[in-house]
């Protein structure tokens, strides 16, 4: 019960990591709003979160919209009255494309969502956290933010932007009590894949296996916890020590065999 009494959002609450952190965050005593584009999923992870014992709320949100955001804050105000907890989750990481196949609606979308859209989210927490004098908001950055993809120019700049917005929040908001991180989830398995590519996936992470989305809940309780308020601007790493090898990846998700060729 170490968030006992504390009101969390989640966006992306509906599958994969943000579900597993949204139901550990109620396991934990939070009062969870499970946030999702997907409204019957949101309800869905809220249902869970209730059916075993905790408190929740679930709300559809579109992060990239302000005003869906302001609603979702409004929300959660009218009924807990508190925010202290707030994890952008929320991110698009498809539809992958090669640089020269990109155009500026494929980049203004993926930007949109994960950077603007986590932009957004924190600038409705920071108002209401100030006013309180305290919270704790953890933004879900890659291994992108600093080591690059083929294919994924787009979502490796908004996490690498994600991160630097992480550090410089916590300067701006440190003296109002408010602390802000990122959390660095390796390869994690958020869509069921077959036993074959979990096994080739896995050999590339020094711990020989490929991440669980419960992997990532300790380490989001704690930083939504009291056992880290000296804590803000940081990184934490939960990869299987993925970062820290130089070793070339088994599998690329694009090799260059799959390249466009240009006449």
């Known amino acids: 019960m170490r968030l006992e009494n504390k009101v969390a959002i989640v966006t992306g609450a509906a599958k994969g990591i943000g579900e597993a952190i949204a139901l550990r965050y109620g396991q934990e005593g939070a009062s969870v709003i499970a946030a999702d ?7 869905a992870t809220a249902d869970a979160i209730k059916a075993a014992g905790g408190e929740a709320l679930a709300v559809t949100v579109d992060i990239a919209d302000e005003a869906s955001v302001d609603a979702m804050f409004a929300a959660t105000m009218e009924k807990y009255g508190r925010v202290d907890v707030l994890v952008n989750n929320a991110g698009l990481i498809s539809p992958m494309k090669h640089f020269l196949t990109v155009d500026k609606a494929w980049w203004d979308r993926i930007i949109g969502v994960n950077l603007t859209g986590s932009f957004l989210c924190c600038k409705a927490a920071a108002h209401i956290m100030a006013k309180q004098g305290s919270g704790s908001i953890i933004n879900m950055s890659s291994g992108g933010a600093t080591k690059a ?24 908001l440190g003296p109002y009590g408010i602390r802000i991180n990122s959390l660095i989830p390796g390869s994690i398995d958020t869509t069921g894949i077959d036993e074959e590519g979990r096994k080739l996936r896995g050999t590339n992470v020094p711990l020989g296996r490929i991440g669980e989305p419960n992997d990532m809940t300790g380490a989001a309780v704690f930083l939504a916890s009291d056992d880290s308020l000296y804590i803000t601007g940081q990184r934490t790493v939960v990869d299987g020590g993925m970062l820290a090898q130089q070793r070339s990846a088994t599998v690329d998700i694009m090799p260059p065999s799959d390249f466009p060729t240009i006449d």
């Open 37 to 43: 584009i997907n409204g019957d999923d949101a309800q």
């Open 149 to 172: 993809h083929r294919a994924f120019v787009a979502y490796d700049a908004t996490k690498g932007g994600m991160e630097a917005m992480t550090r410089a929040l916590a300067l701006d």
